[in-house]
T-cell receptor, first 113, second 113 residues
Framework: AQSVTQPDIHITVSEGASLELRCNYS??????LFWYVQSPGQGLQLLLK??????LVQGIKGFEAEFKRSQSSFNLRKPSVHWSDAAEYFCAGQTDSWGKLQFGAGTQVVVTP | NAGVTQTPKFRVLKTGQSMTLLCAQDMNHEYMYWYRQDPGMGLRLIHY???????AKGEVPDGYNVSRLKKQNFLLGLESAAPSQTSVYFC????????????FGPGTRLTVT
């Protein structure tokens, strides 16, 4: 079955430290891949997306993600986190004809001083 | 340009009551989606629409109905609410499938007692 998995439910990181969020996908073909961020009580905002081409994708707010076909992964990174990066992050994949997204369960990021 | 809006923001229902959630978008998008978000499960697709007058079932359609009478509006109905439908509901829209991102509304928090 097609799926997106985020192995880490919760991550705590110090302000200024680097952050990496894991995402693995299971699809017959290479999916379109997305990372969204959800601040408390808010909707989802797109951070970045991968369709094809360069495997390192730059997004907003200083985030980047690397697509690795051999590992079926699309991990999100940020070199130095800010307190405002505390939020829930969702990885999503899309392969079907109607643009339907499959979401991972999400990773809650807590930023400590 | 308001993007995607949802009405209401909060609602409490008693078991067996009915209600309609309204989603509106002003971006002239063809595709619209309804998701529900539950802790630890990410977002799951309820129903979607690929154009005015069309609707289709998603991953978890039972207990819900939808209508898309106008291109800019997508309604989600609960005919007889159940406690299992307590959730946060998100509407999203996209220009087309595939390489176009989905834009999300702010969500509706529904509690069924």
């Amino acid at each position: 079955a097609q799926s997106v998995t985020q192995p880490d439910i919760h991550i705590t990181v110090s302000e200024g430290a680097s952050l990496e969020l894991r995402c693995n996908y299971s699809y017959g073909a290479t999916p379109y891949l997305f990372w969204y961020v959800q601040s408390p009580g808010q909707g989802l905002q797109l951070l970045l997306k991968y369709f094809s081409g360069d495997t390192l994708v730059q997004g907003i707010k200083g985030f980047e993600a690397e697509f690795k076909r051999s590992q079926s992964s699309f991990n999100l990174r940020k070199p130095s986190v800010h307190w405002s990066d505390a939020a829930e992050y969702f990885c999503a994949g899309q392969t079907d004809s109607w643009g339907k997204l499959q979401f991972g369960a999400g990773t809650q990021v807590v930023v400590t001083p | 340009n308001a993007g995607v809006t949802q009405t209401p923001k909060f609602r409490v229902l008693k078991t067996g009551q009915s209600m309609t959630l309204l989603c509106a978008q002003d971006m002239n998008h063809e595709y619209m989606y309804w998701y529900r978000q539950d802790p630890g499960m990410g977002l799951r697709l309820i129903h979607y629409s690929v154009g005015e007058g069309t609707t289709a079932k998603g991953e978890v359609p039972d207990g819900y109905n939808v209508s898309r009478l106008k291109k800019q509006n997508f309604l989600l109905g609960l005919e007889s609410a159940a406690p299992s439908q307590t959730s946060v509901y998100f509407c999203a829209s996209s220009q087309k499938r595939g390489m176009y991102e989905q834009y999300f509304g702010p969500g509706t928090r529904l509690t069924v007692t």
